[in-house]
């Protein structure tokens, strides 16, 4: 059966409308959301509300942990005070708009969902915050996959699509207890992994400016990437209306990654 | 070259770093000192070895110490880092020892200290690059110790959280990593890079580097002392 799974809607309900027709025209019927409904885009109670009439099982983002907790991130979450400014200013808008429903429904979204072996989270397992990139060291990668229980492991935050595959992979070792002994050597045979991350609905930053997300068919393990169009637009004149800094509609019309995203990505934030 | 001793888990005690000490003034070339963390414990009075840490006697090899485990437990008690962990029975009943057995006047030192050091290429750790708490052993899977070594980037881990003595070497291996993204598909096989990770003991049990030579060398206070009571001295 094949599911649809979506991340990173970003208060751009165009966007997501038009991701939603996509998915119902194909006749999926079950659809994961990953989490970032809010942050960027100027219609976060719209979208929210979306995501609770169609009762979509949902993963707490980076964004929707924020506005809940408050900004407590360290610095490192921005290349640069401006971009860091910008970031701050659209969380308070955003926090000043959302309803205290729509808050009380992100509060209450889990950091990860689970269906058999498939593991659904925004950023890793480990943390809302962490990146996990296409050309990140692989047995990391791996390791991230394999310490959650799961074969395939769903997530987004990074805003570009891919599917990873990790196979045929092992590891030797020697190990050694005291000085005298003889050292032991050992193998492990890896298994094989998956890595899918589904893009973003609403902040496309893959290199243009269509929405993206995944289907996946777990009766054949096929993974598809799907990029749908949408009003950009109306979305870029809803954030310069809205007050929002203009580099996000500047942003949105081009599709590529700008200034938001920390220099190293890598790195997790200490909070 | 200078050699490095690592010690960890003295558990605030005196007599035990005192014979530590003494040992290593009868080895050759050791430069440097870190202590890697729980210096404090709840099973005993910790303040002289705190004081004795902090300004050490003439002779003494300076110690360059770290937090670990127990003084991480502390500094959240005293509500200087994160949330406590659940409370259980056990674990409030520790804390309140471990509260008895500390001096406040330490906790400011304590909270000081560093998570760990980076030296050369070796990172120094109490548990590991992902948590304080992370107990790196000969037997966890050799996937989680690359992982903790690929986040520190560096060579060589030494982690005492275990209280294990061993080294694990990365010998060789690698992986298959296929990307597709809407621009097309990329395949490349990445090498297991050669790397170690050591677990320093804890309390008797410690070890000595030499970076020059990467020789590791594991030593116990216990093993000398029971020898030298055998003899005649």
Known sequence: MAHAVISCLHANLAAFQAVLDDI??????TITCLGDLVGYGPQPNEVVELVRQRAIPTCQGCW????IDGLNACECSYPSQLAERRGHHAHHWTADRLTDDNKAFLAQLPTTLCRDKLLFVHGSPNSQHEYLLPDMN?????????TAGAETLFCGHTHQPYVRELSGGSIRVSV???DSEEAREQEMILPMRRIVNAGSVGEPRHGNTKATYVVHDDTTGEVSIREVDY???KTCQAIVKAGLPDVFAWRLSHGFEYA???EDASHVCER | MERWALVSGLCGDLDLYERIQSDLKKQRGIAHLFVLGDMIGPDRNCDALLTRLRQPKRGDLQPNCI?????????????YRGEPAQSTQNRTTSIQELRKAVDPAHISWLASLQFGFIELDCGLIHGSSADVGDPLKDTTSPLILLDRLTRLDVNRLFTARSGQQFRLQLTGGQIQSKVKDPTGEQQREQAVPKRSVIGIGSGENYTLYDPASDRVEFLSVAVRSRLSNLGFG
């Open chain 2, 67 to 79: 937090y670990g485990w127990w003084e991480e437990q502390l500094l959240v008690a005293y509500g």
């Open chain 1, 231 to 233: 009003d950009v637009a």
């Open chain 1, 260 to 262: 938001e995203r920390a």
């Open chain 1, 138 to 146: 692989a047995f990391a990668a791996l390791e991230r996959v394999e």
């Open chain 1, 24 to 29: 119902d025209q194909q006749g999926i019927k």
């Open chain 1, 64 to 67: 929707d942990e924020d506005i």
């Open chain 1, 176 to 178: 050694q207890q005291s």
